[in-house]
């Protein structure tokens, strides 16, 4: 069964169940940490398994949270390396080049988050935050260009409105 919520039950038949944990790093993350199995709590160390799908374990779900975590903290390390960067005047060239993860790193989260289901995604504040920092920072760009950084963000604000209001 694939998972498409941050906080929703996975299972086959019922059997296991996740509650949401909070994790906070570089704002606020959410992913499913806590595991029930019939009703209790498993030992950290035993791997929940619900289906057959790729992603239907607890093995998986923590390299998938692992993976995005990553990119995350990617674009938290990019904004704040670009802003000390612009701050010391240094060439625009090389500012593009630092903001450039920035945003395939959301669009990633976005696709994971979409079509994989679970794992983490920031809080709305924080996804407010990466982009206006991002657009004090980026050389202006079409109106074209411009709709589609803004897309992005709205997309993955979105996706964490929906996970941190559950």
């Known amino acids: 069964m694939r998972d498409n919520s941050c906080n929703s039950e996975h299972g ?16 606020g993350i959410r992913h499913n940490l806590t595991r029930r199995l019939r009703g209790k709590q498993h030992k950290e160390d035993d791997v929940a398994t619900w289906g057959p799908g790729n992603f239907d374990n607890d093995a998986a ?13 990617q674009i938290e390390q990019a904004l704040e ?13 090389e500012l593009a080049e630092m903001l450039e993860p920035i945003l395939p790193n959301v669009e990633i989260i976005c696709v994971l988050h979409e079509t994989i289901g679970g794992g983490f995604l920031p809080e709305p504040g ?10 004090q920072l980026r050389e202006a760009s079409s109106d074209e260009r411009s709709e589609v950084i803004r897309a992005t ?4 604000r979105q996706l964490a409105q929906q996970c941190w209001e559950e």
Request: charged share 30%; proline share 0%; net charge neutral.
């Open 12 to 27: 086959s038949e019922g059997v296991l169940r996740s509650q949401s944990a909070t994790l906070r790093a570089g704002g």
């Open 81 to 93: 390396a670009a802003t000390i960067f612009k701050l010391s005047g240094k060439g625009s060239v």
């Open 126 to 135: 924080s996804v407010d935050d990466w982009q206006s920092r991002f657009e």
């Open 61 to 73: 779900r923590d390299h998938l949270f692992e993976l995005t975590h990553r990119l995350a903290e």
């Open 153 to 156: 963000f709205e997309r993955l």
